[in-house]
């Protein structure tokens, strides 16, 4: 077997065990889970490899580049990030238990959420931050992020505390947004 060979079946090996990992279905604003902080995470048995698999599955699912566990139901500190959407499986983050240990530099960009369809906004975030998480197994790493991948990490870091996009904006947007959210819930679409 060539070395194309293997990266070929690992591909397939990969894609196969996400395809046939549980799909949960994302949470939506306003439900409760999506405002309480996260549990910390304790146990790092088989069962919460296979969790973390099935928040993969749902994430690409749902078209996301982050998932947080409130998100699909889960109120614990487990978070999946790949913001290049499958296009550097290498820097593909699990991130459980984390905290923002160092925040550098302020950016104003777009955001949306998977919890919050249909609304977006600019928020301010820090432009570099770095995390100190645990993997699967339970070790402790630290992770620098810039640009999308570190809005991506605040963001999802945000909702194991119960913090949501819209809360991050000014009264009058986060109105705005919830107003939107309201009349999407009327006509059935939310």
């Known amino acids: 077997m060539s070395e194309n060979d293997k990266t070929d079946q690992k591909d397939v090996t990969a894609a196969e065990s996400i395809s046939t990992a549980k799909i949960h279905p994302i949470v939506k604003y306003p439900d409760p889970v999506l405002m309480r902080k996260g549990a910390a995470v304790t146990d790092f048995g088989p069962n919460l490899a296979q969790f973390v698999e099935e928040m993969w599955a749902s994430m690409y699912a749902a078209h996301g580049i982050g998932l947080a566990a409130p998100q699909i139901g889960v109120s614990k500190r487990i978070t999946v990030i790949d913001a290049n959407f499958k296009e550097k499986p290498e820097e593909k983050l699990v991130l459980i238990n984390p905290e923002i240990v160092e925040r ?56 194991l505390d119960g913090i949501l996009f819209i809360d991050r904006l000014s009264a009058l947007k986060r109105d705005l947004a919830k107003r939107k959210i309201r009349k999407l819930q009327k006509s059935g679409q939310w």
């Open 104 to 159: 550098e530099g302020r950016s104003f960009e777009e955001e949306g959420c998977l919890s919050l369809p249909e609304i977006r906004d600019k928020v301010h975030r820090a432009a570099r931050v770095k995390v100190r998480a645990q993997d699967v197994n339970g070790e402790w790493f630290e992770v620098e992020g810039v640009e999308l991948r570190g809005r991506a990490i605040q963001h999802e870091i945000d909702h």
